[in-house]
């Protein structure tokens, strides 16, 4: 059902920093807004970017995004334990006028 | 602050209807959009569809023809109705805020615990 590709998994050691793609097509990341989310073990999801690139008050500049064509991007940098989690992108689908997610990514720290 | 708070039967028969209540409190529904999101076990997030008490809907075009959301603005709660459930309907049902619709370019800025809903017989 997920129409936003993503890696299944990434990882690094504390400290470092971590990348995640979100693929998608011109109808959903090419013309629309990207927003992220942090979904933590047993929790629901959370707001961590919104309008490509924007963070909500209380998140850390660790977490930053971009957005290039069709794809956009998530980078954890000095990541900590607590960021293990699951992360989804999603965007508004002009052609199936509906929101669309991403296939999500679990990011485990070694 | 911000509150939302789903519930629902827990457990139900293929072919029924789930039915789901979304509690909100610290706002006046009547101020956003709301919106249900599901997320099947061990899978990702799938979209269902979005309300405005004043009257705007929208509907997932995979979900359209089996889905309803309803607001009750008397008792601050959002409605999901799910009718002719099969296992593939069996996921944590979330309701979420949104404040524009329909690009959703701020994303869903305050997100239910979640409730889960299996479908068996």
């Known amino acids: 059902q997920s129409v936003l590709t993503q890696p299944p998994s990434v990882s690094a050691a504390p400290g470092q920093k971590v990348t995640i793609s979100c693929s998608g097509s011109?109808?959903?990341?090419?013309?629309?807004?990207v927003s992220w989310f942090q979904q933590l073990p047993g929790t629901a999801p959370k707001l961590l970017i919104h309008d490509n690139t924007a963070r909500p008050s209380g998140i850390p500049d660790r977490f930053s995004a971009s957005k290039s064509g069709t794809s956009a991007t998530l980078d954890i940098s000095g990541l900590q334990t607590g960021d293990e989690a699951d992360y989804h992108c999603g965007a508004w689908d002009t052609n199936l006028d509906s929101y669309v997610f991403g296939t999500g990514t679990t990011v485990t720290v070694l | 602050q911000v509150h939302l708070q789903e519930s629902g039967p827990g457990l139900v028969k293929p072919s029924e209807t789930l039915s789901l209540t979304c509690f909100v409190s610290g706002v006046s529904i009547s101020d956003y959009f709301w919106s249900w999101i599901r997320q099947p076990p061990g899978k990702g997030l799938e979209y269902i569809g979005y309300?405005?008490?004043?009257?705007?809907?929208l509907y997932s075009p995979s979900l359209k023809s089996r889905v309803t959301i309803a607001a009750d603005t008397s008792r601050s709660q959002l409605s999901l109705t799910l009718r002719s459930v099969t296992d593939t309907d069996t996921a944590v049902y979330y309701c979420?805020?949104?404040?524009?619709?329909?690009?959703?370019?701020?994303?869903?800025?305050?997100w239910g615990q979640g409730s889960l809903a299996t479908v068996s017989s």
């Open positions: 979420a805020r949104h404040e524009e619709v329909p690009f959703i370019r701020r994303g869903f800025d305050y």
């Open positions: 309300i405005h008490p004043r009257g705007n809907s």
């Open positions: 011109r109808s959903n990341v090419g013309i629309n807004y």
